[in-house]
DNA sequence: CGGTGTGAAGCCTTTCACAGCA
DNA sequence: TGCTGTGAAAGGCTTCACACCG
């Protein structure tokens, strides 16, 4: 996971979306400013880094008020890109790609899932949600038409190199992995993963580490 | 994600899940052993990378050869702490619960799913794979009778600090959260979290930094 | 006075480069 | 000779602490 040449530090662009979540939030209990050290508490980190990562965004709070919460919110949109929708193909309707097909978290969030992608002829045409599976050999045609942004790989690890090469030449411009497996695209293809196994077995050692040793982390 | 007092620094750690599996993958197409080069190929990392995590295990390498293939495998289950099954609890059963218990993934890396857990009546008794949703309020008799380790969170937000809570004061010793949001657990409860949503806020300020400006990341 | 914005210090992680061993 | 193991350098992230402003 290396940095792009851009002004915000890699840390801080992770840190974003937690901030934006904890503004959303307050936004929606009429709440007008929050101070660093309100905003820290609710996402989970310390007041100095909410303001260190702030200020990355331009000076936006008021010394000796805080930060205006609506304020805030539209800039982290802004600096994330979020101010149009990012259309998202879904490959591979397994367990997984079946869970996320249902989970409505994208769609509230501004990734609405517009296509469900399976090389199983068995399940083409199956109704998830209110999509219908679709073949692989429909990718591009579907990426160019519906304008899809983004890619979830939800294959078998086998299949997930092949699926990737499949989702760049269509045109999505980044991807997100579910496949336990590591995969390669181009530089300018960002790609993030998330491996549930591996998630568990850093818990492992944590948790081992608990019983003889001191603290780890905190969330 | 603070570090605890052990030798082996916190990004090594995330890192040794991803050598397993590729030393699992070389294992089972019987090769012996690996260099440093290869094995930074297959995990995506770079060589020097690889060589100084691998330090902190121990001097396990061969010089001018490179490392022996199952004894590597076994020294990082070890540091893990995969010697031993860890049980899982999933509390939550929507889809994403659902996905997680239908998903062979833990079971053959080690973190059999043996309960399941929801606290809507009309959930209870239904069969998920080949085990049945429990209530919650069994929460405490499973997680001892079954010597339950780790707690998955897959609950909605609103929910996920009260199944915190109650997974701690049952004695489980990890937890993974799913729900979107911050969750806080006594220090020497290990906690991680995978927000889905989250990640693709985080590709979506690459993609459009993409476009304008240069290189982000590879996994 | 309260709370931001930010240099500076400290810590952690990555990368380099090469000595040293099989 | 080939490849590991590791000090040292470089870079990035977090924390500190306080000047400064509303």
Redesign the pocket.
Known sequence: ???ARSRI????VA?LPLYRRSLLDLAGRRVA???????AEMAG????????????L??????????DVQFLVFEIERKLGLTTESPVVIVGLGNLGQALANYGGFQERGFPIVALVDADPAKLGQPIGDLFVESIDDLATAVAERAIAVGIIATPAQAAQEVADRLVAAGVRSILNFAPTVISVPDDVPLRKVDLATELQILSFYQQRERVDVQPRAS
């Open positions: 996971m290396a940095g530090p890699d840390a801080t840190r400013t929050v101070s660093s050290e309100q905003l980190v310390n007041a100095a880094k909410v303001r260190k990562d702030l200020s990355y331009g000076s936006y709070g008021t010394r000796g008020v805080g930060y």
